[in-house]
């Protein structure tokens, strides 16, 4: 059996020398490689999209009760800046920062509650283009929200720092602090967990409230509105910095905990 197996083998090789491959012919092979290569562009499955249009392809990802709770939160405030109960509209400001919050946790946070993060991390637009796109979308809402909130609180006589120490500053603070846990725990973090620790954040808020309040009563209006002005552009600036240091980071495994940022 062996040698018939030898002998098989060896006709294999002598019919193999004898029809040797043909040779390549060169001009065929650019004229292969130049129609793969139009058909490949011509191909509209990655189709290029504009800035504005990936805002509104990410937009159509988020829970329609979202856009409906910022329309809730703005309502809510119109309508205790317009009511006689003056503590209404001071609790509607202090509780306007969480709840925005809150929804910008939501729509971030479900890439790990939903176990997503690991696949989103390799599609087209990756883990941190698709954080940087949310938050933007995300944050120009919050932006609108807390605009239309100022305008109506100054029609009803609110004074600009009162807004600013209800609700902005502590906006930004909370925000600053749920996107640094998200960076920190990543795919560890737990949603309730994080409802938890800015709801603990807001609360202990409230007395700083009354820092401002000495202030004004000490040293005068003008001391305070510099105060507040440059607290609130602290703020911002430390907000902006965990949303890019957000949007930087590429893996959220366990193990990069104990591993640099990138």
């Known amino acids: 059996m062996n040698r018939i197996a030898k002998e098989t083998e060896k006709q294999l090789h002598e019919l193999l020398k004898s029809c040797p491959p043909p040779e390549p012919d060169t001009e065929r092979r650019k004229t292969y490689l130049a129609r793969l290569t139009a058909a490949a562009e011509e191909m509209d499955y990655l189709r290029q999209e504009s800035f504005f249009q990936r805002i509104l392809s990410t937009g159509t990802s988020f829970s329609g009760w979202t856009w409906a ?9 119109y309508t205790s800046a317009f009511s006689e109960d003056h503590s209404l509209l001071t609790a ?3 509780g306007l920062a969480p709840g925005l919050v809150l929804l910008l946790l939501y729509e971030l946070s479900k890439t790990f509650g939903n176990h997503m993060w ?3 991390s ?4 990756n883990l941190p283009q698709l954080f940087f796109l949310r938050l933007t979308l995300l944050g120009s809402m919050d932006f609108v929200v807390l605009i239309l909130c100022l305008v109506v609180f ?9 807004f600013a120490v209800y609700t902005l500053l502590p ?8 996107l640094f846990l998200l960076r920190r725990l990543g795919s560890r973090c737990h949603p309730a967990g994080l409802v938890a620790a800015v709801l603990l954040a807001e609360f202990l808020w409230i007395p ?10 000490t040293l005068g209006d003008r001391i ?4 507040v002005c440059t607290a609130t552009l602290a703020a911002l600036i430390f907000f902006l910095g965990n949303a890019v240091f957000l949007c930087r980071k590429k893996h959220y495994d366990p193990a990069d905990s104990m591993q640099p940022e990138y």
């Open 69 to 77: 709770a910022h329309i809730v939160l703005l309502l809510l405030f």
């Open 92 to 94: 509607i400001s202090l």
């Open 118 to 120: 690991e696949m989103e």
């Open 122 to 125: 390799v599609c087209r637009y």
């Open 154 to 162: 100054r029609m009803t006589g609110g004074l600009l720092w009162q």
């Open 171 to 178: 906006f930004f603070l909370l925000s600053s602090f749920c």
């Open 208 to 217: 700083f409230t009354e820092i401002f309040q000495r202030i004004q009563s």
């Open 224 to 227: 305070l509105n510099s105060c």
